[in-house]
């Protein structure tokens, strides 16, 4: 199939976007996250001119639960970068409607100090879609933010559910935000998350919180001991910090590069990008596959009486996919 001819602006969005505008990345952001088909195509064609310029930048994930302090931690580490020289972008994965325009607004105060920075881009989630559509358009929006020149990504996820896991196919550090509370730490193993970490941070280490923080850490650590590491160059290290006060931000960021180090030096890094690369490939494959399944009216229309005739034990599962594959014409 022969490909689309892309219209004549991409090139020129390319070389404004490369320029560092903000207000280009803006308008390209937004091409991205549009869902009609002709902003689509222009947004591939957009990605694949500007590929060479992508992924140059340290790409951190940063999630824990509600109210940890991601968005202040965010703040104090991405306003030390910004004084360092970096530009630093801060996107958000979170799929569900719990962030409305009024919070939105929240998470530029509690970013008071990035949201009034020119080195700093703050862009928040996608608000609708599945976790698959929103995901997709953040790693679209990360490819963006690096081709106008920003080289720190800080990706900000709740802890409630599936998009850590999005987020950490999309990043090269995964960071784990705790709470010194006990009984939080056992959640997190649960929840699977500290599998995917490459450093846990017990923050709100500060004030009273100080000892029992540290007691957490502890026990992170300990626990960690027993899982297998998701690296075999690196060993998750458990830290304390307090976001609020700016303890141990820099400890935090020294750790994030000395695992860039050792990851660059064996050749980790770029086979985990490459790997996230494919996978990425195969997961909007399956989108477009699925789309069909989604939208035809043929379908539609047939669906309900095919799922009673399966539930009810008249149709056999196999031969109902038979009919569906019929209806599609595959
Ligand atoms: N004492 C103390 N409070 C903190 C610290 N970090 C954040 N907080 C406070 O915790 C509250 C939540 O902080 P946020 O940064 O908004 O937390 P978040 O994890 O981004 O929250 P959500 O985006 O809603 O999931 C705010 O009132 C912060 O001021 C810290 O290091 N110490
Ligand atoms: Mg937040």
């Given at each position: 199939m022969a490909s689309l001819p892309l219209p004549p602006d991409v090139e020129r969005l390319a070389r404004e976007l490369r320029a560092g505008e903000r207000t280009v990345l803006s308008r390209a952001i937004t091409l991205v996250e549009s869902k009609r088909a002709d902003h689509r195509h222009t947004a591939a064609g957009l990605i694949q001119e500007l590929l060479a310029d992508t992924g140059k930048a340290v790409r951190v994930g940063i999630t824990g639960a509600p109210g940890v302090g991601k968005s202040t931690l965010i703040d104090a580490l991405g306003s030390m970068l910004t004084a360092r020289g970096r530009k630093v972008a801060v996107l958000a994965v979170d799929?569900?409607?719990?962030?409305t325009g009024g919070s939105i607004l929240a998470d530029k105060t509690r970013m008071a100090h990035l949201a009034n920075d020119a080195n700093a881009f703050i862009r928040p989630s996608p608000?609708?879609?599945?976790l698959g559509g929103v995901a997709a358009k953040t790693r679209e929006t990360l490819l963006l933010c690096e081709a106008a020149g920003y080289d720190v990504l800080l990706v900000e996820t709740v802890g409630v559910g599936q998009s850590e896991i999005a987020v950490a196919d999309m990043t090269d550090f995964f960071l784990v935000l705790a709470l010194p509370g006990a009984g939080d730490e056992l959640q997190a193993l649960k929840k699977g998350v500290v599998e995917l970490a490459d450093m846990i941070a017990v923050n709100k280490?500060?004030?009273?919180?100080l000892s029992r923080a540290k007691l957490a850490a502890s026990q992170y650590g300990a626990a960690l001991h027993i899982l297998s590491p998701r690296s075999p160059n690196w060993s998750p290290p458990v830290v304390t910090c307090s976001a609020l006060k700016g303890d141990g931000i820099e400890s935090l960021w020294e750790h994030i590069l000395d695992h860039r180090r050792r990851l660059t030096a064996s050749g980790e890094l770029a086979s985990r990008r490459g790997e996230q690369q494919v996978k990425w490939m195969w997961t909007m494959l399956e989108e477009r596959l699925f789309a069909p399944l989604r939208t035809d009216r043929a379908l539609k229309a047939a669906l309900p009486r095919i799922e009673a005739d399966v539930a009810a034990g008249r149709l056999a599962p196999g031969t109902a996919v038979e009919e569906i594959a019929n209806v599609l014409g595959v």
């Open positions: 799929p569900s409607s719990r962030r608000t609708s879609g599945t280490a500060d004030g009273d919180n």
